[in-house]
């Protein structure tokens, strides 16, 4: 990252490309997911080098289910192994974990082996780590509806200040920079509610390749980016005064 550069407060990644960095070595899907936790890992250090705030990551979505039960049980055993590998090395780096989305079909296990992550890590401030495990926008926007219905709040005071407050990042900033891996060109449903102003970045690089060098090529495109959020702003021009310039 050249010095200077504007560096976003949140950063938002959808982790993909794992399963074909894996059949493009013929080996298991599996390895891939493997790899993917290293990279995380080396993302997880960058961020933190380079005074990023929070760092949101897309590990499992609500549709995953879909995919092999062999390949799900996996992720669940992966998600448990890297808890228990590299907690205590996050947390001396200052990160705190969370963990957002619907807990309630994965096991007791895996949820205690969250709690005890967030726990362990609480008191750190350094970068904010949300992993989004079992987790859907659409999702997440039902959930606040039914916890702002629940709570029996009047429908003329619900607006969008409302909703955030019980989204399940209501916590965090909402990103300023979405990143995608793997070459596809969408959101699947990952911070349909947050991203709505975030500025995108799409790369061919497959997750498991993804490095500091990688990130810093994000966050170059992120600082060349005039993020207006609608606004017209004046801007001087050479030896004319000044004109408008529109969103």
Avoid at 59 to 87: C, D, I, Q, Y
Avoid at 135 to 157: K, L, S, T
Wanted: charge should be neutral.
């Amino acid at each position: 990252m050249e010095p200077g550069g504007v560096i976003p407060q949140h950063v938002a990644i959808v982790m993909d490309g794992n399963g074909r960095w894996a059949n493009r070595r013929l080996m298991p899907r599996a390895a891939g997911h493997k790899q993917g936790v290293e990279a995380l890992i080396r993302v997880v250090r960058a961020c933190v080098e380079r005074g990023i705030g929070h760092l949101t990551v897309f590990a499992f979505s609500s549709e995953n289910w879909k995919r092999p039960a062999e390949e799900v049980s996996g992720l669940m055993s992966l998600m448990l192994s890297t808890v228990s590998k590299h907690v205590g090395r996050l947390a001396e780096q200052g990160v705190r974990i969370r963990i957002v989305g619907d807990r309630s079909r994965v096991s007791d296990k895996v949820r205690g082996a969250w709690e005890e992550a967030e726990q362990r890590t609480v008191h750190n401030s350094r970068l904010v780590l949300s992993v989004a495990f079992n987790y859907g926008g659409r999702w997440d926007i039902v959930q606040a509806c039914q916890r702002i219905a629940a709570q029996g709040v009047p429908a003329q005071q619900i607006d969008e200040a409302c909703l955030s407050r019980h989204m399940a990042l209501a916590y965090a900033p909402d990103p300023d920079l979405f990143i995608r891996t793997g070459g596809e060109l969408r959101l699947s449903n990952f911070l349909l509610w947050q991203a709505a102003y975030a500025e995108l970045y799409f790369t061919d690089c497959l997750w498991p390749d993804f490095d500091s060098a990688e990130l810093d090529r994000a966050l170059q495109s992120f600082a060349r980016r005039d993020r207006r959020f609608g606004e017209v702003r004046e801007a001087a021009l050479p030896d004319q005064g000044t004109a408008q310039v529109e969103a």
